[in-house]
């Protein structure tokens, strides 16, 4: 049995994973830590955690992890460069899986999204718009942003310098090397998005909308469940779902 720790039980995602986790098979619950609860003394007793609580928060989970040499799962966005650098560093001792969605439908709109780009080729012009409720703390979303650096990858270009975030005044012509990405935010939305693909006559249009946080949430616990078998290293959901 792989015994699991949910830090950030008590929020929307939390929630969702302690609801979903007794219908998957060889999981059992550990323990769930919330805001004030140590996860250090929690740890001895479990075998992966899965961290849905907060991006500042996440480092700080996967050093304690790293130490007690316990496999980890990664569902928090909004990450600083100095986050993303400093939980790159503990591929070496644990393994980690670090989705931005954990959602088999959107793990096959990236894989689309990139065979779209190399199809489709330079002349489309490359927008995403995300959508989601209105509490939602980063924008644009994690989801976004992957979708953003697979269009970069695809195009050769450098992430940071091709995203054009909204548009506001007088912003002349659009060029061919930009990406425009669009958060929108209300209601209750779980998670849409959208990737436009725009050429002279004619447009292509991706789209993934998630109506229930249980599909990020039982991804997230079959991640969990691999993730105990691999050796040290640092995967995504792709190599869950063997796309990778
Ligand atoms: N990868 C994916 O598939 C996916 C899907 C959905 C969401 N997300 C991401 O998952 C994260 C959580 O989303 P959510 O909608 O569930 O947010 P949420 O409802 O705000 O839940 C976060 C929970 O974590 C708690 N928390 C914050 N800091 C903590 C700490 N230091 N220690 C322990 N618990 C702490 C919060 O407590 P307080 O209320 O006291 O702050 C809250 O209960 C966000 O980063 C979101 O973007 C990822």
């Known amino acids: 049995?792989?015994?699991?720790?949910?830090?950030?039980?008590?929020?929307?995602?939390?929630?969702?994973?302690?609801?979903?986790?007794?219908?998957?098979?060889?999981l059992v619950p550990a323990a769930q830590i919330n805001r004030g609860d140590d996860l250090a003394v929690a740890l001895p007793g479990a075998d992966v955690v899965i961290d849905f609580s907060a991006h500042a928060n996440t480092v700080e989970v996967a050093r304690l992890c790293a130490r007690q040499k316990k496999a980890l799962v990664i569902g928090t966005t909004g990450h600083t460069d100095t986050d993303t650098f400093e939980i790159q560093q503990l591929k070496s001792q644990i393994p980690i899986v670090w989705a931005t969605n954990f959602s088999t439908g959107v793990n096959t709109l990236f894989w689309l999204t990139r065979k779209a780009a190399e199809i489709l080729g330079p002349d489309f012009d490359l927008e995403v718009v995300e959508t989601h409720h209105r509490l939602k703390k980063d924008a644009p979303s994690g989801t976004a942003k992957t979708l953003v650096e697979i269009l970069a990858?695809?195009?050769?270009?450098?992430?940071?310098?091709?995203?054009?975030?909204?548009?506001?005044?007088?912003?002349?012509?659009?060029?061919?090397?930009?990406?425009?990405?669009?958060?929108?935010?209300?209601?209750?939305?779980?998670?849409?998005?959208?990737?436009?693909?725009?050429?002279?006559?004619?447009?292509?249009?991706?789209?993934?909308?998630?109506?229930?946080?249980?599909?990020?949430?039982?991804?997230?616990?079959?991640?969990?469940?691999?993730?105990?078998?691999?050796?040290?290293?640092?995967?995504?959901?792709?190599?869950?779902?063997?796309?990778?």
């Not at 695809?154 to 091709?162: D, G, N, P, Q, S």
């Open 153 to 244: 990858e695809v195009r050769h270009l450098k992430m940071v310098e091709a995203a054009r975030h909204g548009r506001e005044g007088i912003v002349g012509a659009r060029t061919s090397s930009e990406i425009g990405v669009h958060a929108i935010r209300g209601g209750d939305v779980v998670g849409d998005h959208t990737v436009l693909f725009a050429n002279i006559g004619e447009r292509v249009e991706l789209t993934h909308k998630a109506s229930s946080r249980d599909t990020f949430a039982n991804g997230a616990l079959r991640a969990a469940r691999w993730a105990v078998s691999q050796k040290p290293g640092l995967y995504d959901m792709q190599h869950v779902l063997g796309l990778k």
């Open 1 to 26: 049995m792989t015994r699991v720790i949910i830090v950030g039980a008590k929020g929307r995602m939390g929630q969702a994973l302690v609801k979903c986790l007794p219908l998957h098979a060889g």
